[in-house]
C-alpha cells in the first residue's frame, strides 16, 4: 500500500495527465491562444529575481544549490558558477549547520510554511558573514515540494549595532558618552521603550530617517499613540515573549511611518533596567525590500499573470485541501469546468490581442459571479475553474446552490463583451461535479466535471451540466483503448512514417512519426492513442518498438549513396527518457541494426528539463560520446531558461509551429523566431522550422536567417517508400525505393 503522499504523487501525475490528454483531443488550446506568455512570464521572473535587492536562492530538498542571484553570490563572495550545484552546508560554518537541518524538518513536515533565523556563511576569503534567512518550500506543477526559497538579507550591520548595543550596556556606568555614539550612529532603528505602555524613552536617527517623525514628535509618547504597529498585537507578542525569556530574536512585524506607509521590520529586543525603570531595547532592520521580493516571487508562481486568477498549481494545492477536508465535514463541495464555446475563432478572426482583453474581462466577470471564500482559477487558453466550498449536506440542496452560481455565471458570459472597441457575443459552456466526506481524487472530480462540461458543449453550448454516470462511457472507452493499446503492441501493428526535413530545397533528413495500422479503424494518427499510451505507460515499450524500427530504416538508407547522408529524428517521451536502462535501448538497437549513430537524433522537448537536469545532461553526454545527436523539440513553448540551455550538449533547435502558425500575423511570434535564430548562431547550433505551410511562412523564416524547414509545404508524413520517392525524385528514378523502405 503506498503512503499518503504517494497518493498525492499520484493525484497529480493523473491531473496532469488529464489536461495533457484533454488538450492532444482538442487541439491544444495554450493560455490566451499562444505560447509566448510563458516566456514573458520567465522574463518577468528573471528580472524579479536578478535585480532584487536581498540574495535569493533556490536549494534543493538535498541541500544543493541549485539557483542563486548576484546578490547572494556578492555576500559569500564565490561567482555565480562555482555555486551552482554544491551545497549550502559547504559555505556554513559546522557550528551552524544544525539550525538549517532544524528548519527543513519543521518545513518538510507541514509545521510551518515559513521559518526565519540567523547564521553565518562562510566566505570565499574565510571569512564570516552574518545573515538572516527567511525559508519556504516551492511547489512544482503538480502541488509537490521540489526546493526550498530562501531569501538572505545581510545583517552584519546590524549584527555590528547588536554587538555595539551590548557593549554600550555593559559601558553605561563608565561613559555615557560611549553609549549615545553606538546608539545614534547604528544603521538599524534602536529605540529604548518602557515595557509597561510602550513610551519612548530615546530612539536613534536611523528610526526618525525611516519612520519620518521628529524626536521631539516620539520622545515622551507611546507606540500606540503614534499607532507604529499596524498590528497591535505584534507588540502584545514581543511583551510576552520578553517577560516569559527576557529577550526576543526575529520578530517580523509591520509598522507605520509617520505617512501612514506600512512597512516590514525584523526585531529583536531585551529586556533592561534603566534608572529603576523596566525597558526594551530593539533593534529592528528594514526588511520591505526582502518581503516585497518574496510576495512577488509568489504570486508568479501561484497566479495566472494574464488575469491574476489563481493558476493550475495553486487550483490543485487548494482542490487537495479542500478535498481533504472535506472528509471531516458532511456539506458538499462543487467544482465548476467552464469553457469558452468558440474562443479559437475569435482568437483567429480578431487577433490575440482581442483574445486576451476577452479572458481578462471574463475573469472579473467570474470573480463578481462566486463568494468570497470561493476559489477561482484559469487553467489553460479559455478554461476556467471555479471551486464551491461548504454547500448544503444534502446532494440536492447542493446541486441547487451549484446551479445557482453556474447560471449567473452564464448569464454574464453571455452579456456582449466590449473588447477594443468592437462589440463580441460570446457563451460558454459549465460542467459541474459534486463531492462530499473525501469521495474522490483530484483528478477524478476534474474529470467529472471536464466530461460534464464536454456533454454540455454536446448539447448545445451555453449550458450547464452535472456529471452524470453515463458519461463514466468515456472514461470506458480510454480503457478499452488501453487494452487495443497492448494488443497493438503485441501483434506489431505500429509503423513509423517520415516526414522530410528540407534545407535549400533538398531533403537532408526526416522526422519519424508513429502510426497505428488498427485493424479495423485503418491508419491512426498520434492524436488518437499518444496520450493514452502515455497515461497507460505503454508509451515506453512503443517508444522502444520506435527506436528499432528507426535504426533499422537507417541502416538500410546507408546503403545506398543517395540516402547514405540522411538523418533520422526520433521523438523519446519523458516517461521513456527516464527509463533506468534509457541509453542501452537507444545504443542495443543501433547496435542490432548496425546503424550509424550519428545518422540519429533524439528529439527532447523542454518539459523533460525540469525534474533534474544533472540527470538529463549525463544521459545525453553519454549518447553524445557515440555519435547520437540530440534535437530540442518546441523550443520556447515552455520553461526556455538560458541557464539551462547552455549546459546541455544540443546539436539542433526547433522553431515551435505555434510561433510558425502565427509568424506573418503576430509581432510578438515573429520576434521570438528571429531571437531563436539569433540564439542558434551564438551557441553554434542547426537550427529548423516545424510547422512550415505556406511560402509567405518560409519566406519570412528565410528572411530571419532560418534555412532548414519541416512542414505540409513540403510534404505530410508519408510512409517510407513514399519518403523515398521524394529523396530521389528529380535525380534518379526510384528503382532502389524498394530496397530502401
Known amino acids: 500500500m503506498g503512503t499518503f503522499a504517494d497518493q498525492n504523487r499520484l493525484e497529480e501525475n493523473g491531473v496532469a495527465a488529464h489536461f495533457s ?7 491544444s488550446l495554450t493560455p490566451t491562444g499562444r505560447t509566448e506568455l510563458l516566456p514573458a512570464n520567465e522574463a518577468l521572473y528573471r528580472a524579479s529575481f536578478e535585480q532584487a535587492a536581498v540574495g535569493i536562492l533556490h536549494t534543493g530538498l538535498d541541500g544543493r544549490i541549485l539557483e542563486c542571484n548576484v546578490c547572494f553570490a556578492r555576500m559569500v563572495g564565490y561567482p555565480l558558477h562555482e555555486l551552482v550545484g554544491s551545497s549550502f552546508q559547504a559555505i556554513t560554518p559546522p557550528e551552524d549547520r544544525g539550525s538549517g537541518n532544524a528548519a527543513a524538518a519543521r518545513l518538510l513536515t507541514g509545521e510551518t510554511s515559513t521559518v526565519s533565523f540567523e547564521k553565518r556563511y562562510l566566505r570565499k576569503d574565510g571569512s564570516l558573514t552574518w545573515v538572516v534567512l527567511t525559508i519556504s518550500i516551492q511547489y512544482d506543477g503538480q502541488g509537490e515540494p521540489f526546493c526550498f526559497l530562501t531569501l538572505v538579507q545581510d545583517i552584519n550591520d546590524r549584527k555590528q549595532a547588536e554587538r555595539q548595543l551590548a557593549a554600550a550596556q555593559e559601558a553605561l556606568r563608565v561613559s555615557e558618552e560611549r553609549y549615545r555614539s553606538a546608539f545614534q550612529m547604528s544603521l538599524d532603528c534602536v529605540n529604548l521603550n518602557r515595557l509597561s505602555d510602550g513610551m519612548f524613552v530615546d530612539c536613534n536617527r536611523a528610526f526618525l530617517a525611516l519612520t519620518g517623525w521628529t524626536r521631539e514628535e516620539v520622545i515622551g ?17 514581543l511583551v510576552r515573549a520578553l517577560e516569559q525569556q527576557g529577550a526576543c530574536r526575529n520578530l517580523e512585524a509591520q509598522f507605520r511611518k509617520n505617512s501612514g506607509e506600512a512597512i516590514w521590520g525584523l526585531m529583536s529586543a531585551s529586556v533592561i533596567e534603566l534608572e529603576g525603570m523596566r525597558c526594551i531595547l530593539s533593534v529592528t532592520h528594514d526588511m520591505s525590500d526582502a518581503k516585497a521580493a518574496q510576495d512577488e516571487i509568489r504570486h508568479l508562481a501561484f497566479y495566472d499573470p494574464l488575469t491574476d486568477l489563481a493558476n493550475r498549481r495553486l487550483l490543485l494545492q487548494r482542490l487537495r485541501q479542500i478535498v481533504s477536508a472535506s472528509r471531516r465535514s458532511d456539506r458538499w463541495q462543487a467544482l465548476l469546468f467552464i469553457d469558452f464555446d468558440d474562443f479559437k475563432t475569435l482568437n483567429d478572426t480578431l487577433g490575440h490581442d482581442v483574445g486576451d482583453l476577452l479572458l481578462k474581462e471574463a475573469a472579473r466577470r467570474l470573480i463578481r459571479s462566486v463568494r468570497d471564500g470561493d476559489t477561482a482559477a484559469r487553467v489553460g487558453g479559455d478554461e476556467f475553474v471555479v471551486i464551491l466550498e461548504d454547500l448544503s449536506e444534502d446532494a440536492e440542496g447542493s446541486a441547487a446552490q451549484a446551479k445557482t452560481v453556474a447560471d449567473k455565471i452564464l448569464a454574464t458570459m453571455n452579456e456582449p463583451f466590449t473588447l477594443a472597441n468592437r462589440h463580441c457575443n460570446c457563451t460558454v459552456s459549465i460542467g459541474i461535479s459534486l463531492f462530499c466526506r473525501g469521495n474522490g481524487s483530484t483528478t477524478e472530480i476534474l474529470q467529472q466535471a471536464d466530461l460534464a462540461m464536454y456533454s454540455a458543449k454536446q448539447e448545445g453550448r451555453s449550458a450547464i451540466r452535472f456529471f452524470a454516470p ?3 462511457e468515456a472514461v470506458n472507452a480510454r480503457v478499452e483503448l488501453e487494452a487495443e493499446l497492448r494488443r497493438g503492441i503485441e501483434r506489431d501493428e505500429f509503423l513509423l512514417w517520415y516526414q522530410p526535413q528540407v534545407r535549400a530545397d533538398r531533403i537532408f533528413g526526416a522526422e519519424a512519426l508513429m502510426r497505428w495500422n488498427h485493424p479495423t479503424r485503418g491508419i491512426l494518427p498520434p492524436a488518437s492513442f499518444i496520450a493514452s499510451a502515455e497515461d497507460s505507460g505503454l508509451i515506453v515499450p512503443l517508444g522502444q518498438q520506435a527506436l528499432r524500427t528507426a535504426s533499422g530504416q537507417i541502416a538500410a538508407w546507408a546503403k545506398h549513396p543517395e540516402t547514405s547522408e540522411l538523418t533520422l529524428a526520433v521523438n523519446v517521451s519523458p516517461r521513456q527518457f527516464r527509463e533506468a536502462d534509457f541509453v542501452d535501448q537507444v545504443l542495443s538497437a543501433l547496435e542490432e541494426a548496425g546503424a550509424d549513430p550519428s545518422r540519429l537524433q533524439l528529439e527532447i522537448t523542454e518539459s523533460m528539463l525540469v525534474d533534474d537536469l544533472d540527470k538529463t545532461i549525463e544521459i545525453m553526454k553519454r549518447l553524445r560520446a557515440k555519435g547520437v545527436q540530440f534535437a530540442l523539440d518546441d523550443f520556447g513553448t515552455g520553461y526556455s531558461s538560458l541557464a539551462y540551455l547552455k549546459r546541455l550538449p544540443l546539436d ?10 502565427d509568424i506573418l ?27 512550415v505551410e505556406t511560402e509567405e511562412q518560409r519566406a519570412t523564416l528565410d528572411d530571419l536567417g532560418c ?7 513540403f510534404s505530410p508524413p508519408v510512409p517510407p517508400s513514399d519518403f523515398l520517392s521524394l529523396v530521389f ?5 526510384a528503382g532502389a525505393c524498394s530496397e530502401l523502405s
Open 21 to 27: 490528454s484533454r488538450d492532444a483531443r482538442r487541439g
Open 221 to 237: 509618547r507611546t507606540s500606540n499613540e503614534l499607532n507604529i504597529w499596524a498590528d497591535p498585537n505584534d507588540r502584545v507578542r
Open 470 to 472: 453515463e458519461l463514466q
Open 652 to 661: 539542433q533547435l526547433k522553431i515551435d509551429r505555434a510561433f510558425v502558425r
Open 665 to 691: 500575423v503576430d509581432a510578438s511570434s515573429s520576434a521570438i523566431a528571429g531571437a531563436i535564430v539569433s540564439l542558434s548562431r551564438a551557441m553554434n547550433m542547426s537550427l529548423l522550422a516545424e510547422g
Open 707 to 713: 534555412d532548414a524547414y519541416q512542414g505540409f509545404l
Open 729 to 733: 525524385a528529380g535525380r534518379h528514378t
